[in-house]
């Protein structure tokens, strides 16, 4: 009983040193935000050219680019109000797969007269990648590890399946190989490498 009242004392005067300061805990919040993303744009200033693959047009070109005004079609509609859903493009369990959500605080600023991340541009680079503020440099994009180390994700199968599983609604199921190879983009000069 006694170590019960203790972890409660304990407890408690946290909580109160919290009340106390609430900037500790936001101080805390924001230091833990490392990688911020940056957005399309930005993404494809390196990623549009053919001879590394134009990234960028295969992207615009695919439904990821499309999954968040997806949201808004008929069809959507429809399988929303059939699960008590108003709006789509704004229900959790919908955006969750449709779009890239990072806290305010992951949001880089953009630089002047870019529009940096925009949350309609749905299933975008950094959702599969992760957010790209540290690892967007030429000189880190040309060294893999340190790409990773400055928070570069590589995609695999799991990653897919955190969206393409029986969670929603239109999945009719999901073969790895052959989606992959529909939006793989690989640097063809490196793949030469």
């Avoid at 407890?11 to 101080?27: K, W």
């Avoid at 968040?68 to 955006?95: H, N, V, W, Y």
């Avoid at 957010?131 to 695999?156: C, E």
Wanted: aromatic share 6%; net charge negative; glycine share 6%.
């Amino acid at each position: 009983m006694k170590t019960l009242a203790s972890i409660f004392a304990v407890l408690s005067l946290t909580l109160i040193a919290f009340q106390a300061n609430p900037g500790v805990a936001a101080e805390e919040a924001e230091e833990a935000v490392t990688h911020q993303y940056i957005g399309v744009q930005a993404c494809g200033m390196c990623h549009k050219k053919a001879k590394t693959g134009d990234q960028l047009k295969q992207w615009q070109e695919s439904r990821h680019a499309q999954a968040f005004a997806t949201l808004a079609t008929e069809k959507a509609q429809t399988i929303a109000t059939e699960r008590g859903i108003e709006d789509p493009q704004k229900a959790a369990e919908c955006l969750q797969c449709h779009v890239t959500q990072p806290a305010a605080a992951e949001i880089a600023t953009p630089r002047k007269g870019k529009e940096g991340f925009l949350v309609e541009h749905g299933v975008q680079c950094e959702t599969c990648h992760g957010a790209g503020s540290d690892y967007k440099s030429r000189k880190v994009m040309k060294d893999h590890d340190a790409s990773i180390a400055a928070g570069l994700t590589i995609p695999d199968e799991q990653l897919c399946l955190t969206c393409h599983n029986d969670k929603s609604p239109t999945f009719t199921g999901f073969d790895f190989d052959e989606m992959w190879a529909k939006v793989n983009h690989p640097n063809p000069a490196r793949a030469a490498e």
